[in-house]
């Protein structure tokens, strides 16, 4: 297994795994139900991500199969606070057939070093409340909970 910067060569197989993300966090709330156009979305989202210096945009293989992707970035958080910047990890999907191999350890470990050499300390990420399998893992990587957020349907 090899983890790496994502490539546009992978755009394609990395749009795929976005919309596999966003429909299982569905299935936990229909909020997260992916729009007609979620591929393309992806695609193009994931390009600018490639580009850009304040996202990193990784890529778990085997062999010659991308399995997982995972996406950190920089956050500016507002004037008010002495912490301006923080790093968060967006996404993080590994294919269910290579789960509980190490990947997200993996991907972890590039992600960390890469905020700590944009000088960051704090690093943050969003949990369903119903992903209970998210949150073991989160938590046995070191992640506690501090803020919750609210939501209302009008």
């Not at 936990?28 to 945009?57: M, Q, T, W």
């Not at 958080?77 to 789960?99: A, C, L, Q």
């Not at 997200?104 to 992903?131: D, Q």
């Amino acid at each position: 297994m090899k983890i790496r910067k994502a490539k546009l060569k992978d755009l394609p197989r990395l749009a795929k795994l976005g919309v596999e993300l966003l429909k299982y966090h569905a299935e936990f709330d229909p909020y997260f139900a992916p729009n007609k156009d979620v591929e393309k979305v992806y695609f193009k989202f994931f390009k600018r991500c490639i580009h850009s210096g304040n996202r990193r945009l990784l890529i778990a293989k085997e062999k010659d199969s991308i399995i997982g992707y995972s996406l950190g970035k920089i956050s500016k958080r507002p004037p008010v606070f002495k912490t301006r910047e923080m790093g968060f990890v967006n996404d993080m999907y590994v294919i269910s057939k290579f789960r509980k191999q190490g990947v997200a350890n993996m991907f972890l470990e590039e992600l960390f070093a890469w905020f700590k050499s944009k000088k960051l300390r704090n690093i943050e990420i969003h949990v369903h409340t119903k992903n209970e399998i998210g949150k073991k893992a989160w938590a046995k990587y070191g992640f506690k909970e501090y803020m919750t957020e609210l939501r209302i349907e009008i």
